[in-house]
């Protein structure tokens, strides 16, 4: 407090001169109409102007909090596509649907041959062993190992893997594997001779590996190699997505996983 | 007897002097002005600034100028404390030492007239314009004024100075 009275009695004659010309300006706005029309323009612009620099800087803080938002949004929104799409093709799907689940990637693949990814939310989110892992709407991987608050993603950037795709919509199934030569080359062995396979043809999930529905995206096709006295090519692919510089992740389930899994084991030996 | 030199200048220009402009608007002059000039240097500065808020609002009360003259007064108050200093001998001032002729001399009362009446003039100006796009038109006449308004102050000078006394230059 007794700061504050020396600041004040220091700054006496500046305070004083302010003060009158506030008193001085009051008179000048309150009497002339020109001052006074220009007066309200000129703080009016400025107070807009503080307006718009203030809500500016707050949607760019909120940012994170709606790109959630959106994420999830989306999430739900593929959900009901993906449940429209295979209505009158798949009743099973139609009755009971995909799940799809928002998450981010903590970590991606480093281009090693068996390196893996990490993401969230883990367990406590909901995620499972066996769940497909998406990126906008492309196959990316496949959850092996969850933990309470992370989960282990096994990428199609991994020699471990073997995935189940076609070459177009119509196209025979053939294994997608990577060498782990060139992050971005995949492989389709054994494709048969006589499959079509033109550069630029997209690449789907064939559903059959139970992780994915038919007909995701996967890559497209980027060059086709033909070994001299045999019946089958392989087939090189360019993945749509690169997995190590993505952020939000769609982790998908079917809802009738446990009994699709269950029937699809080989029966027992009698 | 400075507060009756101001009330006196301010009924004069409000109510005579003001129409002595031969050019029109390029010669407006503020005879009042030489009030505020003629306090002494070693008067406090908040004398200073309360006399020319007082030469504003007096000159606005009277010529229905309301607001304008104060700001403008107020600017020269607030200012002259630090033209003062500006101007002060290498010795500092006396206190019985009198802003005039006789005991400042006639080129520290000049540009301490000139000085002030400027800054008197051109804030003035700029709450008279207020608008941006026409103050450069009105920036020259202003210094005009200004000029005028420092020759009726010399003028006023010389014409309080007693005929025994002899100007300093």
């Given amino acids: 407090m007794r700061n504050l009275w020396l600041l004040l009695q220091r700054n006496a004659f500046l305070l004083t001169f302010l003060s009158l010309l506030a008193v001085s300006f009051g008179v000048l706005v309150r009497h002339d109409g020109s001052a006074q029309s220009s007066w309200f323009r000129t703080t009016g612009s400025i107070a807009a102007g503080v307006e718009e620099q203030q809500r500016q800087w707050r949607d760019y803080l909120e940012l994170a909090e ?205 | 007897m400075n507060v009756i030199r101001l009330l006196v200048m301010v009924v004069l220009q409000a109510a005579l002097l003001e129409s002595v402009a031969p050019f029109g608007e390029w010669t407006r002059p503020q005879w009042a002005l030489w009030a505020v000039f003629m306090l002494p240097p070693k008067s406090g500065p908040f004398a200073k600034l309360g006399f020319g808020f007082l030469l504003g609002l007096g000159l606005d009360i009277i010529l229905g100028t309301y607001g304008h003259h104060m700001i403008a007064g107020t600017v020269l108050g607030g200012a002259l404390p630090a033209l003062h200093r500006l101007l002060s001998p290498r010795e500092g001032y006396e206190v019985t030492q009198k802003p005039t002729l006789q005991d400042l001399g006639l080129q520290w009362v000049a540009v301490l007239s000139f000085l002030g009446a400027t800054l008197f003039h051109l804030t003035l100006m700029v709450v008279d314009t207020w608008h941006t796009r026409l103050i450069p038109s009105a920036l020259l006449p202003a210094l005009t004024s200004a000029l005028w308004t420092t020759c009726c102050c010399l003028l006023l000078h010389l014409l309080v100075v007693p005929p025994d006394r002899k100007i300093k230059t």
């Fill in chain 1, 66 to 270: 709606k790109n959630t938002a959106l994420a999830e949004q989306n999430a739900a929104l593929r959900a009901r596509l993906l449940s429209m799409e295979r209505q009158g093709e798949w009743s099973l799907d139609t009755a009971h649907g995909w799940r799809v689940m928002t998450g981010r990637l903590i970590k991606g693949p480093d281009g090693h041959p068996r390196s893996m990814a990490l993401g969230t939310p883990g367990s406590g989110g909901g995620l499972t062993v066996g769940m497909g892992v998406l990126s906008g709407g492309v196959a990316i991987g496949t959850v092996i190992d969850v933990g309470d608050q992370y989960a282990r993603i096994l990428p199609m950037l991994n020699t471990a893997g073997t995935w189940s795709a076609r070459i177009g919509r119509g196209g025979p199934v053939v294994p997608l594997i990577w060498d782990g030569a060139d992050a971005d080359r995949l492989s389709l062995s054994d494709v048969p001779r006589h499959a079509r396979a033109e550069e630029g043809d997209t690449v789907f999930t064939s559903g059959f590996d139970l992780v994915f529905p038919d007909g995701l995206p996967i890559g497209t096709v980027k060059s086709s190699q033909m070994s001299s006295g045999s019946d089958f090519k392989t087939v090189y692919v360019s993945p749509l997505v690169d997995v190590r510089s993505i952020q939000h992740l769609d982790y998908i389930r079917n809802r009738s996983d446990s009994m699709r899994t269950v029937l699809a084991q080989p029966l027992p030996q009698p």
